[in-house]
Nanobody
């Protein structure tokens, strides 16, 4: 059984930065970050394959967010810069075997999420 734990969320002003951490996954898995705002569907944000490359991003976060993994520390990071109020959501870490996919239904294991709130 894979247990994913997210941390690093918080309250930040627009233009600020946060770094999210996803821990406790198996090294062989593809890791993705998703987010869900109230009243909206869960959407793909970024993912990194089990080999550290390739990576994939939601168009609206490309150039502002960076996903990376450190298998020696069993950790995947999501560095979020130039945050905008529309980035406000609960962010979830998810894991799957195989290649990068962008649908939540393609991911097998999920964490409980961490809240990110960006004020204007």
């Amino acid at each position: 059984q894979v247990r994913l734990v997210e941390s690093g969320g918080g309250l930040v002003q627009a233009g600020g930065s946060l770094r999210l951490l996803c821990a406790d996954f198996r090294r062989i898995q593809t890791i993705g970050w998703f987010r869900q705002a109230p009243g909206k569907e869960r959407e793909f944000v970024a993912a990194v394959s089990r080999y550290g490359t390739p990576k994939s991003y939601l168009d609206s976060v490309q150039g502002r967010f960076t996903i990376s993994r450190d298998d020696s520390k069993n950790a995947v990071f999501l560095q979020m810069d130039s945050l905008k109020p529309e980035d406000t959501a609960r962010y979830y870490c998810a894991a799957r075997q195989g290649d990068i996919m962008k649908s939540p239904s393609d991911f097998t294991f999920w964490g409980q999420g961490t809240q990110v709130t960006v004020t204007s």
